[in-house]
T-cell receptor
Framework: DAKTTQPTSMDCAEGRAANLPCNHS???????VYWYRQIHSQGPQYIIH???NNETNEMASLIITEDRKSSTLILPHATLRDTAVYYC???????????????FGTGTLLAVQP | SAVISQKPSRDICQRGTSLTIQCQVDSQVTMMFWYRQQPGQSLTLIAT?????????ESGFVIDKFPISRPNLTFSTLTVSNMSPEDSSIYLC????????????FGPGTRLTVL
């Protein structure tokens, strides 16, 4: 079962920052927070992940609260091509194990408006 | 990274028949996963397929309905057996190129319609 809660949908104006929240109040100490997105008719695409520190890459920033019970994915300058379903997933990063599966929740449909 | 192709990209099948979906990766990978995405729904993991061992199925999925082969480190097949309209979905494979990798890469999916 998915361990995260996300809003069903959000709108964002093109060029503005998109802030996508995720609640994961039952996260364990060894679970990472991962974000993927799925653009219509494509397979999911990895965005970013983190454990407890904030992370940033060329696509987005991930802000994790100090208690790790929630996080926010930030797309700094949303474009129309960022319209997609965004999935927040908690996952144990199991080195060499057989449990590296991703369990997808319902995600947030982000609609970037022109 | 990994580039994944799936065949067929889509198919329309009659109930009671079976369809085998192929997943080809451009590099050797240990772990491969098969997902189903029903219309308007999120992804559901069907099974994990590691080369040289039996696939591990998630709750609600059985080998008789979804047999999986993993003959080598770059290829896998998923068969949807004795299909019914309820099997109409997108089927996706994904890989994790390195055991300690950060991310999984997904194929483009196979869109299956069962009449």
């Amino acid at each position: 079962d998915a361990k995260t809660t996300q809003p069903t949908s959000m709108d964002c104006a093109e060029g503005r920052a998109a802030n996508l929240p995720c609640n994961h109040s039952t996260i364990s100490g060894n679970e990472y927070v991962y974000w993927y997105r799925q653009i219509h008719s494509q397979g999911p695409q990895y965005i970013i992940h983190g454990l407890k520190n904030n992370e940033t890459n060329e696509m987005a920033s991930l802000i994790i609260t100090e208690d790790r019970k929630s996080s926010t994915l930030i797309l700094p300058h949303a474009t129309l091509r960022d319209t997609a379903v965004y999935y927040c997933i908690v996952r144990v990063l199991n080195y060499g194990g057989a449990t590296n599966k991703l369990i997808f929740g319902t995600g947030t449909l982000l609609a970037v408006q022109p | 990274s990994a580039v994944i192709s799936q065949k067929p990209s889509r198919d329309i099948c009659q109930r009671g028949t079976s369809l085998t979906i192929q997943c080809q990766v451009d590099s050797q990978v240990t772990m491969m996963f098969w997902y189903r995405q029903q219309p308007g729904q999120s992804l559901t993991l069907i099974a994990t397929a590691n080369q040289g061992s039996e696939a591990t199925y998630e709750s609600g999925f059985v080998i008789d309905k979804f047999p999986i082969s993993r003959p080598n480190l770059t290829f896998s097949t998923l068969t949807v057996s004795n299909m019914s309209p309820e099997d109409s979905s997108i089927y996706l494979c994904s890989v994790e190129p390195r055991l300690a990798d950060n991310e999984q890469f997904f194929g483009p999916g196979t869109r299956l319609t069962v009449l």
